[in-house]
């Protein structure tokens, strides 16, 4: 018999990479071999490399909705890209590609379409982000995360999953989180997080806020590369983080409210582990609005407190913070009824209907 063989492709972001890190292990026990198809310098190459999956290079441009002098040359690399996955997919004749987006992916499902290889493609955001775009016309399925997602693709190809949570962020413990913060009560824990970078205006707040929060809450605060405060060092019940990985799911466990950005993995992920949220998205003067997007649906949906960042002040904070503690409740029953549970057991099926055995 022969073996089964998956391709899967994403880059750009750790949120393009993640995903399809928490498919592997069920992949694997159905009996598939898994490659990766990524660029040479991008984020993804040393996140796949450490889970000892064959990775294959290929040449990609970044794909930019704005104007920038490399758009001139960007454009032949994505060319080079196709031949390039195209050749890659023709020797390695995988049974279907599973692309999560990224400038990476598009040179991949094109090359799959050439190659006649089935693609399933995972859009996180409501509306597709430019690669996927271009890339979705070449899909055989398309994945999506958000109900009204389903508005903004074809309709025929689309298939709600949610998004696929790694199963080690359910194996978090409590005691452990709160030995890694030196926390010593029994306060509720806010755990405050704003993106691998950080966020100034949730850091800000946080910190003016911060006494009076102490009163109620222990905090945790991943705060972003180089924005330790040194002087907040010594407050009893205050654990600031640049950025966390393995500490993460314990750090998880141990929280009773999450402050967050809206990215769509991490928002997934409280509602997989029933963490009631205050969400305050990335503005859209600096993204595409996606993240707005994102958390209007979950507030819709009732998982989450959304509070626009333009409007976000310490004194609207502290009170939100504690609106959100005292309904607690309401936000983890809304979070018990979302359709979304069992991402991964909803892709792979959809990856084992969808594969076609290749000629070896």
Not at 10 to 29: C, D, I, Q, R, Y
Not at 135 to 147: E, G, Q
Not at 248 to 270: C, K
């Amino acid at each position: 018999m022969n073996k089964k063989k998956i391709i899967m492709t994403g880059g750009g972001s750790a949120g393009h990479v993640t995903p399809n890190v928490a498919l592997m292990p069920e992949l694997k026990k159905l009996g598939y071999e898994i490659q990766y198809i990524g660029t040479e310098s991008g984020i993804e190459r040393g996140i796949i490399e450490a889970e000892n999956i064959k990775y294959h290079v290929i040449s990609s441009g970044k794909l930019r909705r704005y104007f920038d002098i490399k758009n001139f040359t960007d454009p032949f690399k994505v060319i080079k890209g196709v031949f390039d996955a195209k050749r890659v997919l023709k020797e390695e004749k995988p049974d279907i590609v599973f692309s999560k987006g990224g400038f990476v992916s598009v040179p991949v499902v094109l090359g799959a379409f050439l190659n006649r290889i089935p693609v399933i493609i995972h859009e996180s955001d409501i509306t597709p982000g430019l690669a996927n775009k271009i890339a979705l016309p070449y899909s055989t399925k398309i994945c999506v995360t958000f109900p009204e997602a389903l508005n903004h693709v074809n309709k025929k190809k689309a298939v709600l999953t949610g998004s696929p949570i790694r199963k080690e962020l359910f194996e978090g413990s409590k005691l452990k989180g709160k030995n890694l913060c030196g926390f010593k009560n029994e306060k509720p824990i806010i755990f405050i997080m704003g993106g691998s970078l950080g966020a100034r205006a949730i850091n800000a707040v946080v910190r003016e806020g911060l006494n009076e929060l102490l009163k109620s809450f222990n905090i945790i605060h991943i705060c972003g590369k180089g924005n330790i405060d040194e002087g907040l060092k010594h407050n009893e019940g205050y654990a600031q983080f640049e950025y966390v990985k393995d500490e993460l799911p314990h750090l998880m466990a141990a929280a009773d409210l999450v402050i967050s950005r809206a990215g769509a993995n991490s928002i997934f992920e409280f509602l997989a582990l029933k963490k009631p949220n205050l969400l305050i998205p990335l503005s859209a003067k600096a993204s595409r609005g996606d993240q707005i997007l994102n958390a209007e649906s979950f507030e819709r949906q009732g998982f989450s407190m959304v509070v626009e960042e333009e409007k976000l002040n310490t004194a609207m904070f502290l009170e939100k913070i504690k609106e959100l503690y005292a309904n607690r409740e309401k936000y983890i029953s809304f979070m018990e009824k979302s359709e979304t549970k069992d991402s991964i057991n909803k892709i792979v099926k959809l990856i084992e209907e969808n594969r076609k055995p290749r000629e070896k």
